[in-house]
């Protein structure tokens, strides 16, 4: 997966485009209604079944440390305009804690986990803000200035947070119980250890400054995509130091112009989806936190704790699965699903069930049509794959979702959500097309991407 363009596959995409702008949309009446069903998604959250499971798992994680942030982070990228009014202002408020959690921890303290790695501050630092400029959900940021006059940003971990980020990991047991009633999927202990292992490599920072400074160097030099770079001598398993940039955040970006959030748009589809697709890895942490606007207009991206790489086989069994839902192949789509064993030939889903549940969840990749990604219709996408209790998918509440694709999905749902937070409008098709069927790009964007590539 070079990302290559072969023209035998070419041609073939050309005519799947017609079979999917066309007969799907006449004979499966998958219009931009069907992306999300944002009503059916209220009605979902309506129920009283949901709304105390959702309180309670909330409420659960409110006892957690740097999981339970990073949870809230995910969350606050949703719409709890969907949930019934009588209950937004109690989501609102727990999610704001563990969006919130970060400890309050004195500058006192995060020095010495910071001197305890690298030595006194003046022997590597000429300077040192001692006011932290962001907080992450296992630590915070510092910006410094380096002996060579570079300034940089400094990541220190939260005193402790190794211990109390372990024994939420020991948790995810307990929370297997209360998902099994939502999403049995949920509870495997397959999918559970692969959560477990991914967000326990957010406590690794070598690794993490060998992953970035790697990214780093694949972007050096894009016209439109930023990645700081790991300053490897002064990172250490409790210290991350990286270039800094000096950015406006993502809530500045969400005030600019329509055309501006859009030319973003495509730039955050293209970092978090397309990577993924034509190099088997990506940034699993697709947050509006780590997206930042830089001086020069190029869009800085950060936060590689959540790094991850895919057997090629998996991505191309995502890749099959989509292509056939975009090209009205039900029947194909469950074929595929029922040979991997996520859907049980014995539980009464029908291949026309599955089509819809994936058009509900991922249709913004596959309907050629300009959309503009609204926070309820994000949401929604997110209700319908984590939740799918609708009477259409009931069925679907079985599904087995294999471990190896949990991080991709939420890589895809998070994006998408943090799309519906810019409102961004765009054929999400055409850029997709790159990776579904290796078309060249028709963006001008896409273009001089891959003259970079």
Not at 421 to 433: D, E, K, M, V, Y
Request: hydrophobic letters at 40%; proline letters at 5%.
């Amino acid at each position: 997966m070079t990302g290559r363009v072969r023209g035998g596959r070419v041609a073939r995409g050309g005519r799947l485009g017609k079979l999917a702008a066309g007969q799907a949309l006449r004979g499966a009446g998958t219009r931009v209604q069907m992306i999300g069903r944002t009503e059916e998604a209220r009605r979902i959250l309506a129920e009283r079944s949901t709304l105390q499971a959702a309180q309670q798992l909330v409420t659960v994680l409110g006892g957690m440390k740097g999981a339970a942030m990073k949870l809230g982070q995910m969350l606050s990228v949703l719409e709890v305009d969907l949930i019934p009014e009588a209950h937004r202002e109690m989501f609102r408020a727990k999610l704001a804690e563990l969006r919130d959690r970060a400890p309050a921890v004195d500058f006192a303290a995060m020095r010495t986990v910071i001197e305890d790695d690298l030595g006194p501050l003046s022997r590597v630092f000429a300077d040192f803000d001692e006011t932290p400029v962001a907080a992450a959900s296992i630590g915070q940021v510092y910006r410094a200035t380096l002996h060579d006059g570079r300034t940089v940003a400094v990541k220190a971990k939260y005193p402790g947070v190794d211990d109390a980020v372990a024994a939420d990991m020991r948790n995810l047991e307990f929370f297997s119980r209360l998902w099994k009633s939502a999403l049995p999927s949920a509870a495997d202990g397959g999918v559970l250890d692969e959560i477990a292992r991914n967000i326990g490599t957010e406590l690794d920072y070598v690794r993490e400054a060998r992953t970035q400074h790697r990214a780093a160097a694949r972007f050096r030099g894009h016209p439109y995509i930023v990645v700081p770079d790991s300053i490897e001598e002064f990172c250490a398993p409790h210290v991350l130091v990286t270039e800094f940039i000096d950015g406006s955040p993502f809530e500045h970006i969400r005030t600019l112009p329509a055309a501006d959030r859009d030319r973003i748009g495509e730039l955050i589809y293209r970092f978090y989806i397309t990577g993924l697709f034509t190099d088997a890895e990506f940034c699993g942490d697709p947050h509006p936190g780590n997206m930042l606007l830089a001086a020069d207009g190029r869009i800085g991206f950060v936060d590689f704790g959540l790094y991850h790489r895919m057997d090629p086989r998996h991505v191309e069994f995502e890749r099959t699965a989509l292509r056939a839902a975009a090209e009205n192949r039900p029947r194909d789509l469950y074929d595929l699903w029922t040979d991997r064993g996520i859907i049980d030939p014995a539980a009464g889903v029908t291949p026309q069930e599955c089509f819809e549940y994936v058009w509900a969840a991922a249709g913004w990749h596959l309907l050629d049509e300009e959309i503009t990604i609204t926070p309820e219709l994000a949401t929604a996408a997110v209700v319908h794959a984590v939740d799918p209790r609708s009477t259409d998918f009931r069925g679907m509440r079985r599904q087995l979702l294999p471990p190896e694709h949990v991080f991709s999905r939420r890589a895809d749902l998070l994006t998408f959500a943090a799309l519906g937070q810019l409102g961004a409008t765009g054929n999400w098709h055409r850029i997709a097309r790159e990776w579904l069927y290796d078309e060249p790009p028709v963006t001008e964007i896409g273009r001089r991407s891959r003259l970079h590539a």
